[in-house]
C-alpha cells in the first residue's frame, strides 16, 4: 500500500461520520409506526413506497442546518480530524446538486442550497479532512440498484451503474475540492470488476483519495470493521470502527440508549491501541439540528483528547501488554508510555513493565510525579508512579512515563 497516501490516515485517529437524508425527517416513524432497526432504514423496513417517500423532500427545509457549527465543534471542540458525511444512502437522495438525477437536495427542497459544498467550505475552513459516504450498490429509488423495492437481484444493474452511480460519483470526485475518503458501503454482491470500476474512477479524479473497504471484493484501500465492532488485537492493515452513539445512525426521536461519555472514551483509547480509527456518528435531525445528547458525549470526550492529545495522536502500536487493566489504557510513542487512569487509584502499579523510567508527568499540564522500576520481591519488574493526594480522587487523566528504551518493554508472566 501507497505509504504517503495513507499517512493522513493513520494519523487522524479519530473522525466524525454524519448521517443526514430524507430518513432524518421522519426520525424513525412513518404513519404511526415505529422503526425497531436503524432510522436510515426506514423505507425499507417499513415498506414506504417511492412515490410517498419522495414526498419528504418538499418538507426539508433544515431551518437549524449549520455546517459551520458542526464542523468547528467537530474539529475544536471534539478534537476530530475528518468528517464522512452520506451524500448519497441507500434511499437514493442526493445530498448536493446532481446534474443527473433531480432527486437532490437542491432541486427537489424548499431548502434548496446544496448542503455538500457547505461541508466542503467549512471543512476547508477549519482544516478536517472530508470523506464522501456514497451507497453504490443499494439504491431504493432507482428500479436498477440493489433492494429497490425489496428487489435484491441485479436486474440491469450496468444502467444504474451508467446513469446513476459512475456520473455521480463523477460529480462527487470533481466538483467538491479535495477528497479524502470515498467511504462506499454495502457493496451487496456486486462483482470484482464492478468493484474495480468504481475504484479506477476514484484512482484517476483524486488519487489521493482513500476508499474504504465496503466498496467490496477486497480492493479498499483498508478495512472496515463491522459497525461497533471492535478489533481485540492490532491488525495487518489500515482499518477503521464505524460506530454509533445510541442505536442508531439516521435519527430517530425514540432511541435514547446513549452510550456513557467514558465508553466512548475507553473505546477511543483501545481503538488508538490497537492502531485503528474511530468514526463516530451523528445524526441530524431533519431540521438539520443534532441531538443534545451526541453533543454533551462528544464535548466530554472532546475535552480529554483535546488536553491528552500528545498521548492519543503520534501514538504507535506496541507489543501488548500481558495484564488485563481494568483500571486504565496504554498507548505509547517513541520514549513515551502513556497510562490512561480511566478510575480513581492510588498509585500506578505496572507490573511486568522492564523499562528504566528517566520521569513521569500528568499529560494535561506538565506536573512532574514520583515514579520508579524496581524489581518486587517476586524477582518480577515494575514501573510505579506516586501520584498526590488530589489525583487519587480523580479520572480520566493521562500520565506520561519517559522512557530510557524507545519502546516498552513487557516481560510475559512467568510467576
Ligand atoms: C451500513 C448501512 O446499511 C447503514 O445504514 C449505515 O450507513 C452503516 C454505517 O453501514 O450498514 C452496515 C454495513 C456493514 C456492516 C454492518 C452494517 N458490517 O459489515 O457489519
Known amino acids: 500500500m501507497n505509504n504517503t497516501k495513507m499517512q493522513w490516515f493513520k494519523d487522524a485517529k479519530y473522525g466524525l461520520f454524519i448521517h443526514w437524508g430524507l430518513f432524518s425527517l421522519l426520525a424513525g416513524e412513518y404513519n404511526g409506526k415505529r422503526t425497531d432497526h436503524i432510522a436510515e432504514w426506514i423505507m425499507n423496513y417499513l415498506d414506504i413506497p417511492v412515490e410517498e417517500y419522495r414526498k419528504l ?6 431551518e ?3 455546517a459551520d457549527e458542526i464542523v468547528r465543534m467537530a474539529k475544536e471542540e471534539w478534537g476530530m480530524k ?7 444512502h441507500h434511499e437514493g437522495f442526493a445530498m448536493w446538486n446532481s446534474g ?8 427537489a427542497t424548499p431548502y434548496g442550497k446544496d448542503v455538500l459544498k457547505e461541508f466542503q467550505t467549512a471543512c476547508e475552513k477549519y482544516g478536517l479532512a472530508l470523506g464522501l459516504y456514497y451507497s453504490q450498490a443499494q439504491d431504493w429509488d432507482d428500479p436498477d440498484g440493489y433492494m429497490y423495492g425489496h428487489d435484491n437481484s441485479r436486474k ?16 462527487l470526485l470533481t466538483g467538491y475540492g479535495k477528497i479524502s475518503i470515498l467511504w462506499f458501503d454495502t457493496p451487496m454482491d456486486m462483482t470484482e470488476a464492478e468493484s474495480g470500476e468504481l475504484a479506477d474512477i476514484v484512482r484517476t479524479l483524486q488519487p489521493e483519495c482513500i476508499i474504504s473497504g465496503r466498496i467490496g471484493n477486497g480492493i479498499g484501500d483498508y478495512l472496515t470493521t463491522g459497525d461497533n465492532f471492535i478489533p481485540a488485537m492490532p491488525l495487518e492493515r489500515d482499518w477503521e470502527v464505524p460506530a454509533t452513539l445510541n442505536d442508531t445512525w439516521g435519527y430517530n426521536k425514540y432511541d435514547n440508549n446513549w452510550k456513557d461519555p467514558e465508553e466512548i472514551l475507553r473505546l477511543l483509547l483501545k481503538i488508538v491501541r490497537r492502531g485503528g480509527n474511530y468514526l463516530l456518528n451523528i445524526g441530524p435531525d431533519g431540521q438539520g439540528d443534532i441531538p443534545r445528547q451526541s453533543i454533551e458525549i462528544l464535548n466530554t470526550v472532546g475535552k480529554y483528547v483535546r488536553e491528552n492529545a500528545d498521548a492519543v495522536f503520534g501514538t504507535k502500536t506496541t507489543d501488548l501488554y500481558p495484564y488485563d487493566l481494568n483500571w486504565a489504557e496504554l498507548t505509547a510513542k517513541e520514549h513515551k508510555l502513556f497510562v490512561h487512569v480511566l478510575k480513581p487509584i492510588t498509585r500506578v502499579e505496572l507490573l511486568n513493565v522492564a523499562n528504566t523510567v528517566r520521569r513521569a508527568y500528568l499529560v494535561r499540564n506538565g506536573m512532574e510525579l ?3 522500576s524496581r524489581n518486587i520481591c517476586e524477582g518480577d519488574p515494575i514501573v510505579e508512579v506516586e501520584l498526590p493526594e488530589e489525583l487519587r480522587q480523580q479520572k480520566n487523566y493521562a500520565v506520561c512515563i519517559e522512557l530510557e528504551e524507545e519502546w516498552p518493554v513487557f516481560e510475559p508472566i512467568r510467576g
Open 100 to 107: 443527473c438525477s433531480d432527486y437532490n437536495v437542491v432541486k
Open 370 to 372: 514520583e515514579c520508579r
Open 57 to 62: 423532500a418538499a418538507s426539508f427545509t433544515a
Open 64 to 66: 437549524k442546518f449549520n
Open 156 to 171: 440491469n444493474f450496468r444502467r444504474y451503474l451508467d446513469e446513476k452511480c459512475i456520473p455521480q460519483l463523477k460529480e
Open 82 to 88: 475528518y468528517l464522512v458525511f452520506t451524500t448519497k
